[in-house]
């Protein structure tokens, strides 16, 4: 099946820092979604985007479907921004719904 | 915006009872998902669910579970006796179109303890 991996799994930031994720996944992708899942273990959505560039104010994505990737890029961070980030894909020819996620990237903002 | 709702937030159980997770799935939409993500773990999927039948599973959707339709609104799991292993959040999604060509739209869970 297709494999998804994140980079970096841990990420620890000073507060007004930028950073970029990576989801690298193994096979075309039909579907790509980033979530974030907060301290209580919410899991909010943040962007479909299986190919393009999307913003949504300090957030943005982009997937470069052909090279088999997505990077989800954080400006200005803030405390509220710490969580896990995953990436979910579902390959072309995939199970109904059925999401794959990657490990997810641990970021930490410090105040 | 419209959103997926989960009843409860967080349940606790004891080992061989029955739960039920609720869920309201956005209103117009038409596929139904459950995912759980066991404690520091990937979110893994359980089961989509289209036309009021399941139509796809995993294999950790085994006999212990069940999902259901009662109405035109909700959409629920239910953990016929529950097991140690199944404390876990359990995430239920609704998408418009078929999760192969469109956003599934997630729950922000609901956390799952057995004692």
């Known amino acids: 099946g297709i494999q998804v991996e994140q980079s970096p799994p841990d990420l620890i930031l000073q507060e007004g820092a930028n950073s970029t994720l990576r989801c690298n996944f193994s096979d075309s992708v039909n579907n790509l979604q980033w979530f974030h899942q907060n301290p209580w273990g919410q899991l909010i959505n943040l962007f479909y985007?299986?190919?393009g560039t999307k913003q949504n104010g300090r957030l943005s994505a982009t997937t470069v479907a052909t090279e088999r990737y997505s990077l989800l890029y954080i400006s200005s961070s803030q405390t509220t921004d710490s969580g896990v980030y995953f990436c979910?894909?579902?390959?072309?020819?995939?199970?109904?719904?059925?999401?794959?996620f990657g490990k997810g990237t641990k970021l930490s903002v410090k105040p | 915006e419209p959103e997926v709702t989960q009843t409860p937030s967080h349940q606790v159980t004891q080992m061989g009872q029955e739960v039920i997770l609720r869920c309201v799935p956005i209103s117009n939409h038409l596929y139904f998902y459950w995912y759980r993500q066991i404690l520091g773990q990937k979110v893994e999927f359980l089961v989509s669910?289209?036309?009021?039948?399941?139509?796809?599973k995993s294999e950790i959707f085994d006999d212990q579970f069940s999902v259901e339709r009662p109405d035109g609104s909700n959409f629920t799991l239910k953990i016929r006796s529950t097991k140690l292993e199944d404390s876990a959040m359990y995430f239920c999604?609704?998408?418009?179109?078929?999760?192969?060509?469109?956003?599934?739209?997630f729950g922000e869970g609901s956390r799952l303890t057995v004692l």
């Open positions: 669910f289209y036309n009021n039948e399941i139509s796809e």
């Open positions: 999604a609704s998408s418009a179109f078929s999760g192969g060509t469109g956003e599934l739209f």
């Open positions: 985007i299986p190919s």
């Open positions: 979910a894909v579902l390959g072309y020819g995939g199970s109904q719904g059925n999401l794959i």
